[in-house]
C-alpha cells in the first residue's frame, strides 16, 4: 500500500503524458503532449523503453497508447513508459490501440469498383467494432451519372460514402474534418491512392507513391511495423498494410452483424429464432430482397465452411493457426507471413530514431534496455 502511494506521488509530480507513435521490438517511440506540469516541452517525441513492472505484469505497450513517461532524457531524447491508460479500443492485426475508425479508401475506377471486394473490405472494418468512414477516390474519372449510381446504392448498403479526387484535390478538404482529433486506420486495396491520399493529407510523411512493383512495396508491407502519423489539424493516420487482406475470420451470427442491411431490418422486427442466419428459416424477419444479400450469403457459407476445416483438422493447414475468439468458439486464422523490412526512411527523425525503426530487425526483440541498444548500434 505505501509503495503505492508513494509511486502516485512520485508519478503526479512529475509524470509526462503522451501516445506511442511507433513501436520496434521493445522500444517506443512516444510522443508527447503538454500538460500543465510541463506546458513547454523541450522536444516532442522520446524514446522509451518499458519499465520493469510493466514487464513484470505483463502489460503490452501497442501504437496508439495512452502512456505515462517517466525520467526524460531530453538531450538523449529518451524516457521510460511507466504507466499504460486504459484502451478505448484494441486492434489486433494491426496492433493499434485506441484507434476510432477506419478510413476505407476505394477507387471509383482503376482499378473498376468491385462490389464483392468492397464488400469483403466493409465486413472485415465492420468486424473491428470501430466506425467506418467509406472513402471513394478518383472521382475525377468518372461522369457525374456514375458517381451517383455508386452514391444511390452505397447509400442502399447502408454507407454514405464521402468521394474525392487526390489528384484533382477534389472532396479532401471536406474528409479532414472527419479525421480532426482522432485515430484512424487506413485500409483499402493496392493502387486506389492511399498513398496519394496520405501524401495529400500530411506532406511530411512523403509515402512513396505508384512504386507499384512489388519490390518497393515491401517498406511499408510488413505487418511488424505500424506507425501513426501526425495530421496537421490534429489527430493521428495508421497507415498499416496489416489490414489490406479482407481475409474473413467470424462466427456466422457476428457476420450478420456486419451488415447494415440487416441491422437495419432487425431493429424493425426479430427473426423466430435467437440464432436465425437469415436464409430462409421460419419466421425469419430478414428480407433476401437487397443487393448484398447473395454477398452475405457466400461470406457466410466461408465463415462455416472456416470453422468446420478448424475444428475437423487435428493438424491444422500450415496456412492457418487456430485462435480461440472472445466467444470461445474455435477459429481459423491465416498466418501472417514474416516479411524483411526495408531501409527507407518517410520522414527525417533523429539518427537514433531511424536505427529504432530500420536498423533494428525483427531478430532483436530481446533486446530491451538502453545497454542493449548501445550495444547493438556500437556492434553496427
Ligand atoms: N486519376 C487519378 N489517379 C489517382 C488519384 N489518386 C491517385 N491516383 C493514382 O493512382 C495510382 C496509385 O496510387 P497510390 O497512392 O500509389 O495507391 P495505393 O493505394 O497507395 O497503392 P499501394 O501502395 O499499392 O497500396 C498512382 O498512379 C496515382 O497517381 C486520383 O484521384 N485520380
Ligand atoms: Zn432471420
Not at 345 to 366: C, I, P
Amino acid at each position: 500500500m505505501a509503495s503505492s502511494a508513494v509511486d502516485s506521488l512520485e508519478l503526479t509530480s512529475a509524470t509526462l503524458l503522451g501516445t506511442v507513435i511507433a513501436v520496434q521490438a521493445n522500444y517506443y517511440l512516444v510522443k508527447l503532449q503538454p500538460t500543465l506540469e510541463y506546458p513547454s516541452l523541450p522536444v516532442t517525441e522520446l524514446l522509451c523503453t518499458r519499465r520493469a513492472r510493466l514487464k513484470k505484469v505483463g502489460q503490452q505497450v501497442m501504437v496508439g497508447d495512452h502512456v505515462e513517461v517517466e525520467q526524460p532524457d531530453w538531450a538523449g531524447q529518451r524516457g521510460a513508459i511507466a504507466a499504460v491508460h486504459p484502451r478505448s479500443t484494441q486492434l489486433d492485426r494491426p496492433p493499434v490501440a485506441n484507434a476510432d475508425q477506419i478510413l476505407l479508401v476505394f477507387a471509383i475506377a482503376e482499378p473498376a469498383l468491385d462490389c464483392h471486394q468492397l464488400t469483403r473490405f466493409l465486413v472485415k472494418a465492420e468486424l473491428t467494432g470501430l466506425q467506418i468512414c467509406l472513402c471513394l477516390n478518383k472521382q475525377d474519372l468518372v461522369t457525374a451519372a456514375v458517381q451517383t449510381n455508386w452514391q444511390q446504392r452505397l447509400i442502399q448498403w447502408g454507407y454514405q460514402p464521402q468521394f474525392i479526387s487526390v489528384q484533382a484535390q477534389r472532396g479532401v478538404d471536406a474528409l479532414k474534418p472527419h479525421l480532426q482529433d482522432r485515430i484512424t486506420v487506413v485500409s483499402g486495396p493496392s493502387g486506389v491512392g492511399k498513398s496519394s491520399l496520405i501524401n495529400t493529407l500530411i506532406p511530411a510523411a512523403q509515402l512513396r507513391v505508384n512504386a507499384v512493383s512489388g519490390k518497393l512495396g515491401r517498406g511499408r508491407h510488413t505487418t511488424r511495423h505500424v506507425e501513426l502519423f501526425d495530421l496537421p489539424q490534429g489527430g493521428l493516420l495508421a497507415d498499416t498494410p496489416g489490414f489490406n487482406q479482407p481475409d474473413i475470420t467470424c462466427t456466422p451470427t457476428e457476420l450478420a452483424n456486419c451488415f447494415p442491411e440487416i441491422r437495419a431490418q432487425l431493429a424493425e422486427h426479430r427473426c423466430q429464432f435467437a440464432d436465425c442466419l437469415h436464409r430462409g428459416e421460419p419466421g425469419c424477419a430478414v428480407s433476401q430482397d437487397w443487393e448484398r444479400y447473395t454477398d452475405y450469403r457466400q461470406i457466410l457459407e466461408d465463415c462455416e465452411t472456416q470453422a468446420q476445416a478448424a475444428h475437423d483438422s487435428a493438424t491444422p493447414d500450415e496456412a492457418f493457426k487456430l485462435k480461440i475468439a472472445d466467444d470461445g468458439q474455435l477459429q481459423a486464422e491465416p498466418r501472417l507471413q514474416a516479411k524483411k523490412y526495408r531501409r527507407v526512411s518517410r520522414r527525417s527523425r533523429k539518427q537514433s530514431l531511424e536505427d529504432l525503426r530500420y536498423e533494428l530487425d525483427g531478430n532483436l526483440d530481446q533486446l530491451d534496455t538502453w545497454e542493449d541498444l548501445d550495444a547493438f548500434s556500437e556492434y553496427e
